[in-house]
């Protein structure tokens, strides 16, 4: 089995920037506002889709979110404990968000802010789902051309992402060639070679969303 079994992603050969303490400690009261800003958003999610909210965050933001560190686990608890409850429909927390749920949520929207941060770089495309916790949801990814769109589903996002998280780092944070080989090779098996015919959108740069 390739890469690392958790969301907090493994080191790759070439070395991430690590963001220093000072920096780390800015870009934790820039998440704070980010959050306070977000909160309509945030209370709207479903309506808006969770690729807007990926969107208005800062590339700072993301990167400190993937960094496996204790700056990093901050910044991750902090998304959180907002976007938890928003994805089950209860950002104003009158109930209880479960540890289990707060879990579940987790492991798979951290993949999302390295696939979104991977995005942004142009090592790979990607349409997020509305909900991406949602049983039925699908990501339509593609590892960069001349490679085709898959379909998969967020289960199959844990099993990349448990079995190739080295190599999906490698893709998104540096366009890695030989990564971005292992990670098609394994998205079209998980997606049993189907290729999508993806519309062609108009897109905005900071979310992928059509205008």
Same mark, same amino acid.
């Given at each position: 089995?390739?890469?690392?079994?958790?969301? *907090?992603?493994?080191?790759?050969?070439?070395?991430? /920037?690590?963001?220093?303490?000072?920096?780390?400690?800015?870009? =934790?009261?820039?998440?704070?506002?980010? +959050?306070?800003?977000?909160?309509?958003? +945030?209370?709207?999610?479903?309506?808006?889709?969770?690729?807007?909210? #990926?969107?208005?965050?800062?590339?700072?933001?993301?990167?400190?979110?993937?960094?496996?560190?204790?700056?990093?686990?901050?910044?991750?608890?902090?998304?959180?404990?907002?976007?938890?409850?928003?994805?089950?429909? %209860?950002?104003?927390?009158?109930?209880?968000?479960?540890?289990?749920?707060?879990?579940?949520?987790?492991?798979?929207?951290? /993949?999302?802010? =390295? +696939?979104? =941060?991977?995005?942004?770089?142009?090592?790979?495309?990607?349409?997020?789902?509305?909900?991406?916790?949602?049983?039925?949801?699908?990501?339509?990814?593609?590892?960069? *051309?001349?490679? /085709?769109? *898959?379909?998969?589903?967020?289960?199959?996002?844990?099993? =990349?992402?448990?079995?190739?998280?080295?190599?999906?780092?490698? #893709?998104?944070?540096?366009? %890695?060639?030989?990564? *971005?080989?292992?990670?098609?090779?394994? +998205?079209?098996?998980?997606?049993?070679? &189907?290729?999508?015919?993806? &519309?062609?959108?108009?897109?905005?740069?900071?979310?992928?969303?059509?205008?």
């Amino acid at each position: 089995m390739r890469g690392s079994s958790s969301t *907090r992603f493994a080191p790759v050969k070439q070395q991430i /920037p690590r963001i220093e303490p000072r920096e780390a400690a800015k870009i =934790l009261k820039q998440c704070e506002r980010f +959050l306070e800003d977000a909160q309509d958003h +945030l209370r709207q999610l479903h309506a808006f889709g969770f690729a807007e909210i #990926l969107g208005r965050m800062s590339d700072d933001i993301l990167r400190l979110a993937i960094q496996p560190d204790s700056w990093g686990e901050r910044a991750r608890a902090r998304l959180m404990s907002d976007i938890a409850p928003a994805l089950q429909g %209860d950002v104003a927390q009158r109930h209880a968000v479960s540890i289990e749920d707060i879990a579940y949520c987790s492991n798979i929207v951290m /993949p999302c802010l =390295l +696939l979104e =941060l991977g995005r942004r770089k142009r090592h790979i495309e990607i349409e997020f789902p509305p909900d991406p916790t949602d049983s039925s949801a699908r990501f339509k990814i593609c590892a960069g *051309r001349p490679f /085709p769109f *898959r379909s998969i589903t967020n289960q199959q996002l844990l099993r =990349l992402v448990s079995q190739c998280g080295e190599d999906l780092v490698g #893709l998104c944070y540096f366009g %890695d060639q030989k990564s *971005r080989r292992w990670i098609e090779a394994e +998205l079209a098996s998980q997606s049993g070679v &189907r290729h999508l015919k993806v &519309r062609s959108l108009r897109t905005s740069p900071s979310t992928g969303h059509k205008q």
